[in-house]
């Protein structure tokens, strides 16, 4: 079992852009030193509270300086915004400054995203159905062509090439049958979305699950759940009270500025239409700890909850976790990724995995 950090890098007033940063280096080098394995962020554009993770890459680039074992996650590329050549060049020369330490996950995008950046609704699916084989090709051949509807290559090559055996571990996300369906089929991980209990993706799940035994594969599940911890579990809700509620709250800040539910729904982001993001935002705390939304408690409270994933989830091969979430102070981060490095973790790992 592996344990990771994620962060979506939510910006909120009180701390500047360079704050936000910085703590997060910070975060990740003392995650490296307590033994996490990985540290995920997002990417987003356009929605300060839900996130600056404009250039992943480039923050990578920065903690790669600072660090020598953890590895780094992008969770998600949003593909139809790149050109899949510059970004597989880009993921390319990156690698080689992070030591070959990347990994990455692809998708669309959340649902408010097409407006902002100028990508026809309707376009998205179809941008990122022709940008995953276009990128790809790059990153696993010497010299590719294509011809397609949004990109038309002759003869291409990137300059620097991946080293000649490296492949990337690559995931995707969301909620929808057909992206899990194809994860299996691929070979691909799945990331599930942090904020939903296991009951409410064990279909699709389940999905990517029959797909990878069809196809031959070893099913790849990343858990992630935002976590704060206190030896005392009044002062853990105390504590966690105002992130969690911004944290949720940042799911409802960008929705009105997603197109007409009829619109979402047609173009396949049925999800942000069902009101699940908005019902988060109004939900009570301790509501959202019993129906294993967040995890804020004791270690030992937490610990639970992982095992109960682990007992249901098949598959399930790292368990990440979301310390900094809605401007948490950044003391109370690093002290929730040291009890769980510390009292949580040795639960969970072997001693061949140490």
Same mark, same amino acid.
């Given at each position: 079992?592996?344990?990771?950090?994620?962060?979506?890098?939510?910006?909120?007033?009180?701390?500047?852009?360079?704050?936000?940063?910085?703590?997060?280096?910070?975060?990740?080098?003392?995650?490296?030193?307590?033994?996490?394995?990985?540290?995920?962020?997002?990417?987003?554009?356009?929605?300060?509270?839900?996130?600056?993770?404009?250039?992943?890459?480039?923050?990578?680039?920065?903690?790669?300086?600072?660090?020598?074992?953890?590895?780094?996650?992008?969770?998600?590329?949003?593909?139809?915004?790149?050109?899949?050549?510059?970004?597989?060049?880009?993921?390319?020369?990156?690698?080689?400054?992070?030591?070959?330490?990347?990994?990455?996950?692809?998708?669309?995008?959340?649902?408010?995203?097409?407006?902002?950046?100028?990508?026809?609704?309707?376009?998205?699916?179809?941008?990122?159905?022709? @940008?995953?084989?276009?990128?790809? $090709? !790059?990153?696993?051949? #010497?010299? =590719? *062509?294509?011809?397609?509807?949004?990109?038309? +290559? %002759?003869?291409?090559?990137?300059?620097p090439r991946p080293a000649p055996a490296r492949r990337f571990r690559i995931f995707v996300g969301g909620t929808s049958d057909s992206t899990y369906i194809r994860a299996g089929e691929c070979g691909w991980g799945v990331a599930v979305p942090p904020l939903l209990p296991y009951e409410w993706l064990r279909k699709p799940l389940d999905l990517y699950r029959e797909a990878c035994a069809v196809a031959g594969h070893t099913p790849d599940i990343v858990w992630i759940?935002?976590?704060?911890?206190?030896?005392?579990?009044?002062?853990?809700?105390?504590?966690?009270?105002?992130?969690?509620?911004?944290?949720?709250?940042?799911?409802?800040?960008?929705?009105?500025?997603?197109?007409?539910?009829?619109?979402?729904?047609? @173009?396949?982001?049925?999800?942000? $239409? !069902?009101?699940?993001? #908005?019902? =988060? *935002?109004?939900?009570?705390?301790?509501?959202? +700890? %019993?129906?294993?939304?967040?995890?804020?408690?004791?270690?030992?409270?937490?610990?639970?909850?992982?095992?109960?994933?682990?007992?249901?989830?098949?598959?399930?091969?790292?368990?990440?976790?979301?310390?900094?979430?809605?401007?948490?102070?950044?003391?109370?981060?690093?002290?929730?990724?040291?009890?769980?490095?510390?009292?949580?973790?040795?639960?969970?790992?072997?001693?061949?995995?140490?």
């Open positions: 079992m592996r344990f990771g950090l994620y962060s979506e890098l939510q910006s909120w007033p009180g701390k500047s852009p360079a704050q936000v940063f910085h703590e997060a280096l910070d975060q990740l080098v003392h995650g490296e030193e307590s033994g996490f394995d990985v540290y995920s962020v997002i990417e987003h554009y356009c929605f300060p509270e839900f996130s600056i993770s404009a250039n992943p890459l480039a923050f990578f680039a920065a903690a790669a300086q600072r660090t020598d074992r953890i590895r780094f996650r992008t969770l998600l590329h949003t593909l139809p915004a790149h050109n899949p050549v510059v970004l597989a060049s880009q993921i390319a020369a990156a690698d080689v400054l992070m030591g070959g330490r990347y990994e990455f996950g692809i998708g669309r995008g959340h649902g408010w995203l097409p407006p902002k950046l100028g990508i026809p609704l309707l376009e998205s699916q179809p941008r990122y159905d022709e @940008a995953v084989d276009v990128l790809l $090709a !790059a990153l696993e051949q #010497e010299r =590719f *062509s294509h011809e397609g509807r949004f990109w038309t +290559i %002759d003869d291409s090559h990137l300059a759940h935002a976590c704060h911890l206190d030896d005392d579990p009044a002062v853990a809700r105390r504590d966690a009270a105002l992130a969690i509620e911004r944290f949720m709250l940042a799911q409802k800040v960008a929705l009105p500025e997603a197109a007409p539910a009829e619109e979402l729904v047609a @173009a396949g982001y049925g999800f942000y $239409a !069902a009101g699940i993001l #908005e019902s =988060f *935002s109004e939900m009570p705390l301790e509501k959202m +700890i %019993d129906d294993d939304i967040v995890w804020v408690g004791t270690p030992g409270e937490v610990a639970e909850r992982i095992r109960a994933v682990v007992d249901v989830c098949e598959g399930l091969t790292e368990v990440s976790i979301t310390t900094n979430m809605g401007g948490t102070e950044h003391w109370k981060a690093i002290k929730t990724q040291q009890l769980f490095a510390e009292r949580v973790i040795p639960q969970f790992r072997s001693a061949s995995d140490a």
